[in-house]
């Protein structure tokens, strides 16, 4: 079986001449993951 | 009559051979193949779609036929002497942890009541951070990635992918449009469909350009995840954030396997197979949750909504172009769940 999440979340952009790193996951394509682990911020 | 029962005598012995032999190749060949795909995998070449015969006679199949009597097979119930054996075999054969499991072996009547069992308090700790997306299952990371611009496409495997809206539904929250120049800020903002209400999430996926560099409300973008769960992992569901789910989608569709060969050979699959979507918004937008089920793991059930019924025996041969729809409280906030909460888990069959 199979999860597939979609979901809304700020991007990286610049503000101010400043960049705003936004969401990042923290996971890569492969990895093994478990409930609760966190797989982006 | 003596020849025809000589005949008749070796046909049972020789049925059961041929049956052995042709296992045994399709064994081998099952094995060769994986192999192949693992060297693949260690030289770093990322496997393609390549669509083959047999996925195309997978269709034929009875599938849906089969997932239920493979799930009554599951729920039989086996003597209180021999669970610990079965279970442990079974552990071998799909790599399950069977110490984490909450309750001993004895207590799980079926193969069906040891396969959604819960796992042992604190088996799972859910990171707190309250920036950060949790998984919400056991499993192998499929897919990840930003959808970015017209179409809106996810890639199932590397040279083929399948639409959000496909996956979700075409009356799903988010509306994924490129934006005209006109539209305003306030265009952007996202507020719950919620029948009665005024409003509606138009989630654009303008390109920066288009979108006004004065706002000072963060861009935002529509990231996935895809997570395969296989056999022998943990198949309960949890909640990734603190969410409010608003409504819940039933596509009753197929039933094809969903092991990494099928990922790779059988068109769009994700979007073919029976799935439940729950669909809502966290503090960052919308969010949305699709569990698809499998040949051997067919059905969903909902602990939100217990009374939703999955691979029935009546769905239709052809996938149903509407869900059944459900809207969670109507005019109101949803079921408000929070991070890590369990909300659903895959049963066999």
Redesign the interface.
Known sequence: ???????????S?MRNGQA?S??E????????????????? | GGGAGSGNKFLVPGATVATMLMLGILHARRLYDDKKVEDRKEKGIEPEFSPDVKASFMKLLPLRSMSRFWGHLMEMQIPVFLRPTVYKAWARAFHSDLEEAALPLENYASLQEFFVRKLKEGSRPIDTDPNCLVSPVDGKILQIGEIRGPGALIDQVKGFSYSVSSLLGTNSNLHINDLEEEKSEEDLSGVVDVPGAKSWWCVSLASPKRQNPMSMRPKRGIFYCVIYLKPGDYHRVHSPVDWNILRRRHFSGRLFPQNERAVQTIRNLYIENERVVLEGEWKEGFIALAAIGATNIGSIRLFIEPEIQTNKPTAKLVPSERPDERMYEPGGTGVVVKKGEEVAAFYMG
């Not at chain 1, 993951?33 to 797989?39: F, S």
């Open positions: 079986s199979t999860v597939v999440l979609v979901f809304q979340a700020p991007v952009e705003i936004n969401f996951f923290s996971v890569r394509n492969g990895d093994k993951v478990k409930v609760g682990e966190a797989i982006g911020r």
